[in-house]
């Protein structure tokens, strides 16, 4: 068990800047997320925390240990891959049975150990088969078997579902979560999975091109994004951001853009603005917030209707409503949303405003 | 089942392709030499071991075997030595001036030997390598490297580098996950190359005629031996060359086929 410590971590491919000053603190036992588009730095993030990646520049820390120049294998670490690398020319039993062999553990604590960590992740039954022989999800399970029966210090999984089709990636989600939380092992997740991350994570990292942009619970991230790319990034449908003017009469602040009128309570103390709000937060009928818009497009998820329209000016808006709803293309409703449910930022730097 | 016939009949021109010379060979080798020179027979009337029996221990058949054998070895083991590590750097690591080496590499298996014979056995007099088995084997190894290197990098890229890395992360060092993950992967192919490798120095002859006198391996043997004998000789002396060979490589087929059995996914 350990506390990881990332500080001011720079890992440079040449031009291309794969990390870019990444400081970050993960506590003892926690599950964190890495969460980013492709290409972000995620997996250099980790490979970088494995030491199967040399840094350009920073420190990493388990507990108070500098290990940034350390050996993969001095660092009491283990590791899922994304293509699991489950070792084809060694059995199950050998497979996950190898860390410990490696580290001269007795044949009878071995044999004990891999029992315990098959029983962990229901093998037990495939002990005697070679990779070749299993499913996907089996060599799946095979290899986080052989990621704890170690005890490691910390734990990494680079996108260790993607490779499931879509029932067992939720079924291993719980079951991974469940089992991180029972060993209590401090766990780095990549991931470009947003629910996942947020069904996951005890906190989730969002990265983008090599930069920390947010580091927070789900909730905090999905209520409190910092800046634009966070607030676009997280949630599904994309946030819908409006530019608007602040009008300002004394009494009243409003922000005006493309045919809303949004009444504040405080000033931002900018003149222009970019209003987010979430597609499921907006509403059919009148509301606090109403306006008129055009439907073109319809998505139906059956639960959920995912309604795509036009505002006056032509500005396209998504809106998310509970239930199946039929409209017709060039249907003209009224939607509305309540200013509680705005976030506001600023639209040079995209860093959320506070209000 | 017209497809069957037309499959069966393929099999079977290709069957009599590859083995009528064969037979005739291995007949003609073990024929008696009024046989073979008696236009009325085909089948002989009996067989003899008789020419097969001279080659061997009277004209030294038996020690040029030997060289032969001692020659590829050689190769082989240097050719390995340096072109495994040479061939993996190609695989996994990207570097300056890899293109102009793949390249510089392919290029010395189009530079035919015959042209680099003579500075050759000027150089090696003047070292004391001519007329050696070592000598030999170092041209061979010349000749073998370059196809070490390319096929050993081929397949070390067909290897994912992520059962490796799975090996540093989970205790061993970057030689040892090597070594203990990859190499036993990569056997197949490599035991496949290392016949392929052995084939190449054995049946090589130019190089060995001129590079030695007294030492000669096997088939500048028979070249400059049997070819002044009787055609029975020198059927005789094909079967030499092809016995050796056909063991080595049914040998190592089964093998081959038992180990991809289980490394091959
Ligand atoms: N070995 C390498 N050499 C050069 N550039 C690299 C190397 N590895 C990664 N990069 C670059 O670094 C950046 C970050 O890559 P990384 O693999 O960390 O992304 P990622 O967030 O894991 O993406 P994905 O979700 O697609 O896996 C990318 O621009 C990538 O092209
Ligand atoms: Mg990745």
């Known amino acids: ?355 | 089942m017209l497809k069957k016939v037309f499959f069966w009949i393929a099999v079977i021109l290709i069957a009599v392709w590859f083995l009528t010379p064969i037979v005739m060979i291995f007949l003609a080798a073990f024929t008696p030499a009024e046989d073979y020179y008696n236009p009325h027979r085909i089948i002989p009337s009996h067989l003899t071991f008789e020419h097969l029996y001279k080659l061997l221990f009277l004209l030294d058949g038996w020690k040029s075997i030997i060289i032969s054998v001692e020659v590829a070895l050689i190769a082989i083991g240097l050719s390995f030595l340096i072109g495994l590590p040479a061939g993996y750097a190609m695989a996994r690591y990207k570097f300056k001036g890899k293109r102009a080496i793949n390249l510089t590499i392919l290029l010395t298996r189009s530079i035919p030997l015959i042209v680099v014979a003579v500075p050759l056995i000027v150089i090696y007099m003047k070292v004391g390598l001519s007329d050696t088995v070592l000598g030999v084997a170092l041209a061979h190894t010349a000749m073998i490297l370059p196809f070490v290197v390319l096929i050993t990098s081929s397949i070390f890229s067909g290897i994912s580098v992520e059962y490796e890395e799975a090996g540093m992360v989970f205790g061993l060092t970057h030689f040892q996950s090597f070594v203990k993950i990859t190499l036993p992967l990569a056997l197949p192919g490599l035991a496949a190359s290392a016949i392929y490798s052995f084939i190449m120095s054995w049946n090589e002859v130019f190089v060995a005629s001129i590079l030695t006198l007294t030492n000669r391996t096997l088939p500048a043997h028979i070249l400059n031996t049997a070819m002044a004998s009787p055609d029975y000789f020198k059927f005789a002396a094909g079967v030499m060359m092809a016995v050796p060979a056909m063991i080595f490589i049914f040998f190592t087929r089964k093998y081959l086929i038992s180990m991809w059995g289980i490394s091959l996914k």
């Not at chain 1, 971590?9 to 291309?16: A, D, H, R, T």
């Not at chain 1, 840094?55 to 820390?61: A, D, P, R």
């Not at chain 1, 507990?63 to 699991?84: G, W």
């Not at chain 1, 070792?87 to 044949?107: A, C, E, F, Q, T």
Request: hydrophobic share 40%; net charge neutral.
């Open chain 1, 1 to 355: 068990m350990a506390r990881v410590r990332i500080e001011n971590l720079k890992k440079y491919f040449g031009e291309v800047k794969a990390l870019d000053g990444i400081t970050l603190e993960i506590e003892d036992g926690e599950f964190l997320v890495l969460l980013g588009p492709s290409g972000c730095g995620k997996t250099t993030l980790l490979r970088s925390v494995s030491g199967l990646e040399s840094v350009t520049s920073g420190k990493i820390f388990f507990n108070d240990r500098d290990v940034t120049n350390l050996q993969p294998k001095d660092r009491n670490i283990s590791m899922v891959f994304q293509s699991y690398a489950v070792w084809p020319h060694m059995k199950v039993r050998d497979n996950i049975g190898y860390p410990m062999k490696i580290k001269g553990h007795s044949k009878e604590e071995i044999e004990k150990r891999v029992k315990w960590a098959a029983n962990m992740l229901n093998i037990s039954e495939l002990l005697d088969r070679y990779p070749s022989q299993l499913s996907g999800g089996q060599r799946q399970r095979v290899a986080v078997a052989r990621a704890i029966v170690l005890n490691p210090a910390v734990l990494l999984m680079d996108e260790p579902l993607s490779n499931l089709d879509a029932l067992l990636r939720v079924k291993m989600r719980s079951e991974l979560k469940k089992l991180q939380e029972e060993l209590g092992v401090t766990t780095i997740y990549v991931t470009h999975d947003q629910v996942e991350a947020m069904t996951m994570g005890d906190r989730i990292a969002v990265m983008n091109r090599g930069k920390l942009q947010q580091v927070g619970t789900a909730s905090e991230i999905y209520h409190k994004p910092v800046n634009m790319f966070v607030a676009g990034f997280i949630g599904s449908p994309q946030m819908n951001f409006l530019r608007a003017k602040t009008v300002s009469d004394g009494a009243k602040t409003i922000l005006k853009g493309h045919g809303v009128d949004i009444p504040i309570s405080s000033d931002p103390g900018l003149e222009e603005v970019v209003v987010g709000i979430r597609p499921e937060h907006i509403g059919l009928g009148k509301g606090e917030v109403s306006f008129e818009a055009t439907v073109f497009f319809i998505e139906k998820l059956m639960s959920s209707t995912i309604i795509h329209a036009t505002l006056e000016d032509g500005k396209e808006i998504v809106s998310m409503i509970p239930g199946d709803h039929e409209f017709k293309n060039g249907e003209k409703v009224t939607m509305s949303f309540s200013t509680e449910k705005i976030h506001l930022f600023d639209p040079k730097t995209e860093r959320r405003i506070e209000t």
